[in-house]
C-alpha cells in the first residue's frame, strides 16, 4: 500500500524509542522507503546501528555534519519525502515545533518541511495533561499536524495513564491514512450541530451542540480522500478543507438536504437534532401576555427522525449508516437500544451529562457499538479524547471496514 512512498522518520528521545524500530520494519514491509533522522536524546535509547539495518538508510543525527551537508543537506531531508513522522514525539520535540525552534537536525527539518507532519506523542502522563503540553499540540494540529495517541496504559515509570506511545501497528494504519487516500472515490454524508426550530420570529428551540465533533468528522474523512457532503445547523465551526457544506436550520431542512446528498457510500449522522416543533410557527413574536405564549400550550410534534430514514432506505441506502448516541445516564443501555430501533450499523454512544463537560467543548468519551450479525452487538470503549482525535480514529475504522468489504 506504501509502495515507493517516503518517509522520514524522526525518532527522539523517549523510552519508547525501541518502539520506532518495529515501525520502520512495518513501514518496509509495506514498501516504504525510510529515511531517519535520530536526536541526541533519541541515541540514548536506539543505536545508530540499529536504525539503519532496518532502514537500509544511512541514519542522520548532526545539523552540521559536512558528508550530509554536502551530500543531501536539512533542506533536502525536509523536502525530499511524502510524509513526516516523528515517533516517539516527545514533550520536548513538540513545544519545539509549536514555537519554531530549530536547534538540530531534527526540529531545522520540520521547521523547512513543507510535507505532511505525523506525531505520535510520549511522555508521562502529567506530562501529556500539563497545560503547556495540550496547548502546545492544540496549536500544531491548528496548523494541521496530524496525531495519533497517545494511548491509556502502562507507562515507563510504572504508572498508569495516558501517555503511552501508539503501537507501530496503529501508526501504520495512520501513515496509510495519510499517505494512502484509503477513501479515495467514496462518498459521504455528515451531518453536524443543532437545529433551530422557530417558536416565532424571535424564540426557538434547540440545544447546546456546538457542531465540533460533526465538523471535525467531515474534516477527517475528507483528509482521507473522500467525498464529503456536510449537511449543518447552525455552527460557528469553520468550514472543514475540501468539504462541501450545506447549512440548514430546521430538522426537517436538514433531512430534506440529507435526502437530496444521496447515494452515498456512507452516513455519519453527528447532528443534534431537535427530537420537537412546535406545531404551528407564529408570524408575529407572542407577547407575554397572549394565552399561545404560555408554555402550557405550547404544543410540540415530533421532528422526523433522520438517522432512521437514512437506515431504512431501500434503493440508495448508504453501505454503513453511523449514529451518535448522546445520553445523560445509562449511556450504553439507551445506545443498545437506539442501535436496534433505528437500523443503523453503527452507534457512537457519548455521555453528556452536566459533570461531563462534553456536550459544547472539545472532548468526548465514546463507546462505539456495532452490529455483527454472528456476535449480536459489539461494544469498544475509547478514551476520553479529543473531538479531533475520535473524528480522525472513525474516519480511519470507516476506511478499514469498507476496504475490507470492496
Keep these: 500500500m506504501l509502495s515507493n512512498l517516503r518517509v522520514l522518520l524522526i525518532i527522539s528521545g523517549g523510552i519508547a524509542a525501541y518502539k520506532s524500530l518495529e515501525l520502520i520494519r512495518s513501514l518496509k514491509a509495506e514498501g516504504a522507503h525510510v529515511r531517519p533522522i535520530l536526536t541526541k536524546a533519541g541515541r540514548e535509547f536506539v543505536t545508530p546501528l540499529s536504525v539503519s539495518s532496518l532502514a537500509r538508510e544511512k541514519v542522520h543525527e548532526d545539523l552540521f555534519s559536512l558528508t550530509d551537508e554536502s551530500e543531501i543537506g536539512h533542506i533536502r531531508l525536509a523536502r525530499e519525502t511524502d510524509l513526516v513522522v516523528v515517533a516517539p514525539a516527545t514533550a520536548d520535540i513538540l513545544a519545539k515545533m509549536n514555537h519554531g ?26 506530562m501529556w495533561e500539563n497545560a503547556a503540553t495540550q496547548c502546545n499540540i492544540a496549536n500544531l494540529k491548528s496548523h494541521g499536524v496530524m496525531t495519533v495517541g497517545p494511548a491509556l496504559g502502562e507507562l515507563a515509570e510504572g504508572e498508569f495513564g495516558i501517555g503511552r506511545m501508539a503501537e507501530p501497528a496503529e501508526i501504520l494504519l495512520a501513515v496509510e491514512a495519510v499517505l494512502g487516500n484509503p477513501l479515495s472515490g467514496v462518498r459521504a454524508l455528515v451531518t453536524s450541530g443543532p437545529t433551530y426550530e422557530p417558536i416565532d420570529p424571535i424564540r426557538y428551540i434547540a440545544n447546546r451542540s456546538s457542531g465540533k ?19 449543518t445547523g447552525p455552527s460557528t465551526e469553520a468550514e472543514p478543507l475540501g468539504v462541501s457544506t450545506v447549512h440548514v436550520e430546521t430538522a426537517r431542512d436538514m433531512l430534506r438536504a440529507c435526502i437530496d446528498a444521496l447515494p452515498v457510500d456512507f452516513a455519519i449522522c453527528a447532528a443534534a437534532v431537535s427530537d420537537w416543533r412546535p406545531e404551528s410557527v407564529h408570524g408575529q413574536k407572542l407577547k407575554k401576555g397572549q394565552a399561545a405564549a404560555l408554555p ?15 437506515a431504512v432506505r431501500e434503493n440508495d441506502r448508504p453501505k454503513l449508516v453511523i449514529g451518535f448516541a448522546a445520553e445523560t445516564h445509562d449511556v450504553v443501555a439507551y445506545a443498545r437500544a437506539k442501535l436496534a430501533s433505528k437500523g443503523c450499523d453503527w452507534i457512537l454512544a457519548n455521555d453528556v451529562s452536566a459533570e461531563t463537560g462534553t456536550f459544547g467543548g472539545d472532548h468526548n468519551k465514546i463507546h462505539l457499538l456495532t452490529r455483527d450479525v454472528e456476535s449480536g452487538v459489539g461494544i469498544e470503549e475509547w478514551p476520553q479524547s479529543s473531538k479531533r482525535d475520535i473524528a480522525a480514529r472513525l474516519a480511519e475504522r470507516v476506511a478499514r471496514v469498507l476496504g475490507a468489504a470492496a
Design 101 to 126: 525552534i530549530a536547534d538540530d537536525l531534527a526540529t531545522t527539518a520540520l521547521l523547512a518541511t513543507d510535507r505532511p507532519i505525523l506525531v505520535a506523542p510520549a511522555m508521562n502522563s502529567r
Design 213 to 231: 465533533q460533526g465538523h471535525a468528522i467531515a474534516g477527517a474523512c475528507a483528509r482521507l480522500g473522500a467525498d464529503v457532503t456536510l449537511v
Design 296 to 310: 402550557a400550550n405550547l404544543r410540540l410534534v415530533e421532528n422526523p427522525d433522520i438517522l432512521a430514514t437514512l
